[in-house]
């Protein structure tokens, strides 16, 4: 799974959903691996009013990935003067939609649950006595 | 100009769904001057603002799955001396810029044929446009055609219409392409090509946009999505499904069809404890639940009270801790997923992104009995059928309300209504059998029928 997908997921317990702690899954033993994939421009400058930024910064941490800005970049950010795209954008496709978990696990930072993670599927199916 | 629109003929109640939802997308006003579902012509007219008709003509076809081609209408009449006089009064100014470029007649004649003579002998009587350039087979700079439209087993057409080729659809290459036949990896519930292309114009796929399959199955509509430049992902609750066997997974399927790059990937989930953010991140959801036509519905949790709490192996590790654990799943009811479908539709997409849903219905056209699942953020679009012998499937679109659009009242309204009937459902306490969950499920319907009609968004 590319690592954007990871600023969509949460704890999967009823429980958890909605609170802070659960958001994001921390990866342990986490395997990552890069395929390069076609730039992406149009989904980048799409999808980055939506997303939790704080949330990309602690999971690149954790991940050991280069820091990424301290702010969500700004869309005039994206592109060079020229209209070619910036390396902010390279950047981000690199880590957006070029790295992804391979195997490991997502933890849960509040109830410390621990989703398995094989051949880049990640598995949300829980125990009955957390449904 | 008006233009004519050449669809197949089949599907037909898809078929103006389909180019109304790929003329929005790409900003296009038009307004249908003639629709019938029995017959393959259908005419429009532009009505926006951009004086230049050819390129928007193009651009509502290219990507049709269900029009072959768009013509601009040079005449039409009930009959050939109609026809005539109604291609000099329209186009007479015009010959004179089409008369020395290659060309080529065709006719295209609906529920009857014409031997080639009678072919010949009918566009000789189109020379007065005196068009003296060659005549070409191949490649024409101009190519007209002659639409006859009969009824089945009528002797004569009841209506001729004279049209100038202006663009064609990707139909054909896009149905050689994702044919299931030539696809590495399907099962026996895959959605053919066909209907999965049409959805995902329904559902407005395009570059840029995130579209999330929460049953994907085998990928049949994120294929299609990503077909159109979207950026994809899925999940199912049946995780052999997306990892497939060896060589033949999702993830092939997309490299299969050079669109890997817009597989964000797949997780095992189900959707009423789903890992989702609520949060409005998605352009579009597109689904064909899984309503348990073959093994009933299932969702996690069990009815079993011994299983409500962690189970323990004889080794005393938990249960559910085990590399091989598969956990117990309990029924789960149809109207209930369409519920859940709807609800989390309306709180994962943004402002008029789309929601394609699948629901099967018992009987065939008119006779079909079923009510259209609502919600107060969510607007319906548009109702197509498929019809089966004795059953038929629905594929319904809802566009996402502003919020400043959505009553507040109703929502509230309809919030209750739902955990009320949930509780009903998994609350221990409660018997239910078939028929009190019917009884309830028609008052929470109507109740909600009434509230739904003032506070509609569109
Ligand atoms: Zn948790």
């Known amino acids: 799974m590319k690592l954007l997908t990871l600023n969509f997921l949460t704890c999967a317990r009823k429980t958890c959903k909605s609170l802070p702690a659960a958001f994001p899954l921390h990866p342990r033993e986490a395997e990552l691996e890069q395929v390069e994939t076609d730039m992406n421009a149009a989904l980048i400058k799409n999808i980055l009013p939506r997303l939790e930024w704080d949330a990309m910064k602690t999971v690149t941490t954790e991940l050991g990935l280069p820091n990424l800005p301290a702010e969500t970049p700004a869309p005039e950010d994206l592109a060079t003067a020229d209209g070619e795209p910036s390396q902010t954008l390279k950047d981000l496709h690199v880590l957006l939609m070029d790295t992804a978990v391979v195997s490991g696990k997502l933890v849960c930072g509040n109830c410390g649950h621990e989703y398995a993670v094989k051949e880049g599927i990640a598995n949300f199916l829980l125990p009955s006595h957390m449904v | 100009m008006d233009y004519l629109i050449r669809f197949v003929q089949m599907h037909e109640s898809f078929r103006q769904a389909e180019t109304d939802a790929i003329a929005d997308l790409e900003g296009l006003q038009m307004q249908w001057l003639h629709y019938s579902a029995d017959a393959p012509f259908a005419i429009i007219r532009f009505t926006g603002p951009t004086g230049e008709t050819t ?59 014409r031997p080639l003579a009678s072919q010949h002998t009918l566009i ?38 004279f049209g100038r080729l202006v663009g064609a659809s990707g139909r054909k290459q896009a149905l050689v392409k994702y044919n299931l036949k030539k696809r590495t990896y ?162 994962g997409l943004v402002e008029g992104g789309r929601l394609c849903m699948w629901m099967p219905v018992a009987g065939a056209g008119e006779e079909a009995e079923y009510e259209i699942p609502r919600h107060p953020a969510l607007r319906l679009v548009s109702e197509c059928t498929q019809d089966f012998n004795k059953w038929s499937r629905r594929l319904l679109t809802y566009a996402r309300c502003a919020d400043g659009e959505v009553d507040a009242d109703a929502l509230l309204a309809y919030r209750a209504r739902r955990s009320v009937l949930s509780e009903a459902e998994i609350g221990p306490e409660v018997k239910t059998t078939a028929n009190n969950l019917n009884a309830f499920r028609k008052r929470y319907f109507e109740g909600f029928r009434e509230r739904s009609a003032e506070s509609r968004c569109d």
């Not at chain 2, 029009?67 to 009959?79: N, R, V």
């Not at chain 2, 291609?87 to 060309?103: E, G, K, M």
């Not at chain 2, 979207?230 to 049946?238: E, I, M, N, P, Q």
């Not at chain 2, 949060?279 to 009815?303: A, F, H, N, Q």
Request: with cysteine; aromatic share 10%; proline share 6%.
């Open chain 2, 55 to 113: 390129s928007a003509a193009r651009t509502l076809i290219a990507r049709s799955i269900l029009a072959t081609s768009i013509h601009e209408l040079w005449g039409t009449g009930p009959d050939y001396p109609t026809l005539h006089t109604s291609i000099r009064a329209l186009t007479s100014a015009q010959w004179p810029a089409y008369q020395h470029t290659s060309f080529r007649f065709t006719i295209d004649s609906y529920h009857s044929s």
């Open chain 2, 186 to 347: 399907i099962a026996t519930t895959s959605m053919d090509a066909e209907l999965s292309l049409v959805t995902a114009n329904l559902a407005q796929a395009a570059a840029g946009k995130l579209i999330y399959d929460p049953f994907m199955g085998t990928g049949s509509f994120p294929l299609a999505c990503a077909h159109f430049g979207a950026t994809v992902f899925g999940s199912d609750l049946d995780g052999r499904s997306i990892r497939g066997q060896g060589a033949r997974s999702v993830k092939a399927n997309f490299e299969q069809y050079a669109t890997a790059s817009n597989y964000l990937g797949g997780f095992v989930a189900d959707l009423t404890n789903t890992p989702l953010r609520h949060t409005r991140t998605l352009d579009g959801i597109i689904c064909d639940p899984p309503y348990g036509v073959r093994e009933g519905l299932k969702v996690l949790g069990s009815t079993r009270v011994a299983l409500k709490e962690v189970v323990y192996l004889s080794d005393g590790t938990p249960a559910h801790l085990g590399a091989n654990y598969i956990p117990p799943k309990k029924g789960y009811r149809f109207e209930r997923m369409l519920d859940d479908v709807l609800s989390f539709a309306a709180e």
């Open chain 2, 124 to 161: 000789e009587s189109f020379a007065y446009m005196s068009f003296t350039g060659p005549i070409a087979m191949r490649n024409p700079a101009n190519h007209f055609t002659v639409f006859e439209e009969s009824r089945l087993d009528a002797p004569t057409p009841h209506r001729l219409y």
